[in-house]
């Protein structure tokens, strides 16, 4: 067999490991270290970190995300939120290299908390004055008494009072009620309605106050609008209108208006994603933030994963939102098919029991020139390339065992060679393995000559040298970097 032909089969023999065996995503090291999962990743934002944390399954450890950190499946797994509050923490997760998408509740939380330090009236507090109520008077214009009972009820309705509170305060009090229920082991979607049933009250009530307000701003409007009249009661009217809208009752409706709005779009993106999906998105208290990642031996599947963090507190006494904070992390992980072994490729110092065997001329006892036998090396040193097949065999965090299969790529020796090992880990650089097995290899060796066999020269032994299979045993330093 020809040289050439040689060289392509320890070609093709390459080719065939690297075309069989895909190299694993993750460094060797992280693989073997990568936990395996049954049915879930559960991630949730550490504030005291700040950065994500993870636990696998039922595990309550939750620790932080490596980076591309592996989690290895016999199937698919699911990545979940557990007890996820979403008026505190907006988190959204994408597949391969797409970007995560903005969380639509994260959004509408920020708008509803852009008018945080606007007074409102407290839900649930009556005691207010139906339009057009009279008030107790001695007078007999009727014009008058109507617009004081106006004054009196739009005062009542859009003024900041005692019972008034702030729109941080209400929204305190709508995720407070959120994590209460989740406290009292309700699932998920049940937990998310306890706020938006306190949002559909508070709407409600609102609603009535705009509706009622608004329609005494536009008769005092109306009333402003017309030419005033030369009767004392029609003035004394307008007067009290006049006051009354001094106070700009307009803007605060816009005011009561804009923070109506907002929280509507709150409470429809609250219902929309959290609560109408009821089992498709919860599992119990756990929010799936997707429900299924199902990776092939092939190819790894990489979820990116944003957290977004809305935190705020409430002075007690004034309701007014102080330390009013966002935070947000992002972090990757790899979900990998399960394998019993690691694999990756690497270059390795070569010691092999077959050589190359040396000839020369000499010369016999008759004075003629013959073939003789040079001096033969113990071992042959070469340069080679092994895959390896690290096993996740639990044998502790400073070894694992190994197969392996390579070549040496010296034109001298050159060699196909299959075996085991160990690999080590803790090393302070690189990554190093040990192996060894046997070696078949091809060296060049007298074909038809002998030796002790007259020749002309070392031509004559040049011409003769071919290519012969040997085989043997070798040692290999493996190493990574």
């Not at 406290?183 to 009622?212: H, K, Y």
């Not at 073939?371 to 080679?384: D, H, K, N, Q």
């Not at 639990?394 to 694992?400: F, N, S």
Request: glycine share 8%.
């Amino acid at each position: 067999m020809s040289n050439g032909h040689r060289r392509a089969i320890i070609l093709l023999f390459v080719l065939a490991i690297g075309g069989t065996t895909p190299v694993a995503q993750a460094q060797t090291r992280e693989f073997l270290r990568a936990p395996r999962v049954e049915s879930r990743i559960r991630v949730q934002w550490d504030p005291v970190m700040r950065r994500i944390v993870a636990a696998v399954d039922d595990d309550d450890r939750f620790q932080a995300l490596a980076l591309s950190q592996p989690f290895l499946t016999d199937g698919a797994l699911a990545l979940t939120y557990p007890k996820l509050n979403p008026l505190r923490v907006g988190a959204t997760i994408a597949l391969g290299d797409a970007a995560p998408l903005a969380d639509p509740v994260a959004a509408r939380l920020r708008a509803v908390l852009s008018l945080a330090a606007v007074s409102v009236p407290s839900p649930g507090v009556g005691g207010l004055l139906p339009v057009g109520a009279s008030v107790t008077s001695t007078e007999s214009c009727a014009a008058l008494t109507t617009a004081r009972a106006d004054a009196e009820a739009l005062m009542s309705r859009l003024s900041v009072t005692r019972n008034s509170t702030t729109v941080a305060a209400l929204v305190a009090s709508w995720r407070r009620s959120i994590d209460d229920a989740f406290s009292a082991g309700r699932e998920g979607p049940v937990a998310i309605s306890a706020a938006v049933e306190l949002i559909d009250t508070f709407v409600a009530q609102l609603a009535n106050r705009l509706t009622e307000s608004d329609r005494i701003v536009t008769r005092m409007e109306s009333e402003l609008a017309t030419a005033s009249r030369a009767d004392a009661c029609a003035t004394s009217a307008r007067a009290v209108y006049e006051v009354l809208n001094l106070a700009n009752p307009r803007a605060r409706l816009d005011q009561l208006a804009a923070v109506r709005s907002a929280v509507l779009s709150l409470r429809e993106a609250l219902a929309r994603d959290f609560m109408t999906p009821g089992p498709v998105r919860w599992q119990g208290a756990e929010y799936r933030l997707v429900r299924e990642v199902r990776p092939t031996r092939e190819s790894p599947v990489i979820v990116t994963i944003r957290v977004t963090h809305l935190d705020f507190e409430v002075d007690g006494p004034s309701g007014a939102p102080i330390a009013m904070e966002e935070s947000a992390g992002s972090d990757a992980l790899v979900a990998q098919r399960f394998a019993r072994f690691a694999r990756e490729f690497a270059v390795a110092t070569v010691m092999g029991s077959v050589t190359r065997p040396g000839y020369g001329t000499t010369r016999n006892d008759a004075g003629a020139t013959v073939v003789g036998r040079l001096p033969r090396s113990f071992a042959s040193v070469e340069p080679g390339v092994l895959a390896s097949f690290v096993c996740r065999c639990q044998t502790g965090p400073l070894i694992a065992p190994m197969l392996q299969a390579g070549i040496t790529t010296s034109k001298d020796v050159p060699a196909l060679l299959a075996g085991g090992g160990i690999r080590l880990f803790g090393l302070p650089k690189g990554e190093v393995a040990l192996g060894g097995g046997g070696m078949i290899a091809w060296v060049k060796d007298l074909r038809t000559l002998r030796v002790g066999d007259p020749v002309g020269g070392t031509t004559d032994i040049e011409a003769d040298l071919g290519y012969v299979r040997q085989q043997g045993w070798y040692l290999a330093l493996q190493y990574k970097f």
